[in-house]
């Protein structure tokens, strides 16, 4: 069975930063892209960022560009999102996706992430 | 990147049809054959119900299907029950290597 566990969201402060993980099992980690998509409390879903299988390609959304990075460790079957110089508008539950849009779409339960003074 | 347009809100009754709409761009839906669409119940991560435009994945009743006319995308239940109530949003890739979702229709069954 597939599943994917995120973790690593929590309270924190405007400017500050977070370093969210995603462990997967019960699939071939080294051959999917990975994503992260975010959902703002009540709102809709939005498009973060995707890895190729070997971590040398990544694409962000403008929103988040320069300011979080995507990143992976095959070894250890775990996908990250480092998020850095974090706004209120960055607000959300963060979910860790398996090929997106694909036949073996997978999703995780997500972190959420609040970022207030 | 602009989210792709969905209606807000469509409702059916018990045994009926409905459609949602996906609106978008020549750079996405209309460029790749890429729609995906999720169904998403309160608190719960989103489901895959079609990819690929019209495909259903495994598991998913044949009672959703998918198709695509130029930049529109469409989503059908049929047979509307109860359970199918939920949020859905629609899902495309687009010219600039990234992804992009619509804004999400709420369905109602009367």
């Known amino acids: 069975e597939v599943q994917l566990v995120e973790s690593g969201g929590g309270l924190v402060q405007p400017g500050g930063s977070l370093r969210l993980s995603c462990a997967a099992s019960g699939f071939t980690f080294s051959n999917s892209w990975m994503h992260w998509v975010r959902q703002a409390p009540g709102k809709g879903l939005v498009w973060v960022s995707r890895i190729n299988t070997d971590g040398s390609s990544a694409d962000y959304a403008d929103s988040v560009k320069g300011r979080f990075t995507i990143s992976r460790d095959n070894a250890k079957n775990t996908l990250y999102l480092q998020v850095n110089s974090l706004r209120a508008e960055d607000t959300a539950v963060y979910h860790c996706?398996?090929?997106?849009?694909?036949?073996?779409?997978?999703w995780g339960q997500g972190t959420l992430v609040t970022v207030s003074s | 990147q602009s989210a792709l347009t969905q209606p807000a809100s469509v409702s059916g009754s018990p045994g009926q049809s409905i459609t949602i709409s996906c609106t978008g761009t020549?750079?996405?839906?209309?460029?790749?054959?890429?729609v995906s669409w999720y169904q998403q119940h309160p608190d719960k991560a989103p489901k895959l119900m079609i990819y690929?435009?019209?495909n259903r994945p495994s598991g998913v009743s044949n009672r959703f299907s998918g198709s695509k006319s130029g930049n529109t995308a469409s989503l059908t239940i049929s047979g509307l029950q109860a359970e199918d109530e939920a949020d859905y949003y629609c899902s495309s890739y687009t010219s600039s290597t990234t992804y992009v979702f619509g804004t999400g229709t709420k369905v109602t069954v009367l």
């Open positions: 690929g435009d019209s």
């Open positions: 996706v398996r090929a997106l849009g694909g036949n073996s779409d997978s």
């Open positions: 020549s750079s996405d839906v209309g460029g790749y054959n890429s």
